[in-house]
């Protein structure tokens, strides 16, 4: 009976040092999950909205999770809940502009599904899943050991781990007629317009993606323009929706430069593009800067007299 009992008390010793093994692998502390845009996907001909633009994508995660959007990317990104279509966007979380090696973090606190795409390039969409905290952030197999219990006078017990795999549902991500074209992102037009498919907005896209995209000089403006425009874009595009006045005002300011840019569709080569790209700046800066400032010196020297 001695020997039995000593055989007993080292066999649970033993079984409770399986489990103390079993334990941190199986509840690992795993809080964190990195979001990170697909290289190369900044191109609007990447086709990445065929394939995903981001990595993971789609993503389930728990309450309480820490969410960082990280730019491995060579451009710049942003990440903002909501879609393109959307009239207030980033109301969950809106990382801004972030350059190459930037990141940002989110911590969701409701469940539910969260669409997000990048403001500068609106093709780029995602989707995260947040779901109630079971123990776990993220999708994982959990083993669980069941250890039955030592009866004497019972042969030594047979302890199995029970594999129970955490079923998730399948969710397919929601991909909005945006997603199929290569344009958009016109902050500023948009929200003026109040449409995507305006036809002011479309004039935009099209010379855009038609003329100025099909050639280097042109290639190379964009990258600058979107550089500079996103920086601005939208927080003006904030203040139209507030501000009803305010959107008429810029609705009216466009006008001309919209006349201007459609002598734009004639350019079909890289000379073309060139030449009427300088003469359409220079008309621009001539109607918003120097009409202007010649019509203030004008009154000036009117009341001087």
């Not at 020997?3 to 007993?8: D, E, G, L, M, N």
């Not at 050639?215 to 507030?242: C, H, K, L, Q, W």
């Amino acid at each position: 009976m001695k020997t039995k009992a000593i055989s007993s008390i080292f066999l649970l010793f033993t079984i409770a040092i399986g489990i103390i093994s079993i334990t941190p692998g199986a509840f690992a502390d795993h809080h964190e999950i990195t979001i990170t845009p697909i290289t190369g996907s900044g191109d609007p001909n990447s086709g990445c909205e065929v394939d995903g633009c981001y990595n993971p994508s789609p993503v389930t995660v728990y309450v309480g999770s820490v969410i960082i959007f990280s730019n491995t990317d060579n451009v710049s990104h942003t990440f903002s809940s909501g879609v393109p279509a959307d009239d207030i966007i980033g109301t969950e979380f809106n990382t801004g502009i972030l350059a190459p090696g930037d990141s940002g973090e989110w911590m969701p606190e409701n469940v539910g599904e969260f669409s997000y795409f990048d403001m500068i390039h609106p093709w780029m969409q995602g989707l995260i899943i947040v779901q109630e905290s079971k123990g776990q952030t993220h999708s994982e197999k959990v083993v669980e050991p069941v250890v039955e219990p030592v009866v004497e006078p019972v042969v030594e017990p047979v302890v199995e781990p029970v594999v129970e795999p955490v079923v998730e549902p399948v969710v397919e991500p929601v991909v909005s007629n945006q997603e199929s074209e290569e344009g958009g992102g016109c902050l500023i037009a948009t929200a003026a317009y109040g449409s995507e498919m305006s036809p002011q907005v479309q004039l935009l896209r099209e010379i855009r993606d038609n003329q100025l995209m099909n050639t280097e000089s042109g290639t190379a403006f964009m990258s600058t323009f979107n550089n500079v425009y996103y920086s601005f874009s939208p927080v003006i595009a904030d203040m139209e929706r507030e501000n009803p006045m305010f959107k008429e005002a810029v609705k009216l300011s466009l006008t001309p430069m919209l006349s201007s840019l459609s002598l734009m569709e004639n350019a079909n080569s890289e000379s073309e593009v060139l030449g009427l790209g300088l003469s359409v700046i220079a008309l621009n800066l001539g109607m918003y800067i120097a009409l202007p400032a010649f019509g203030i010196i004008k009154v000036i020297q009117l009341r001087k007299n």
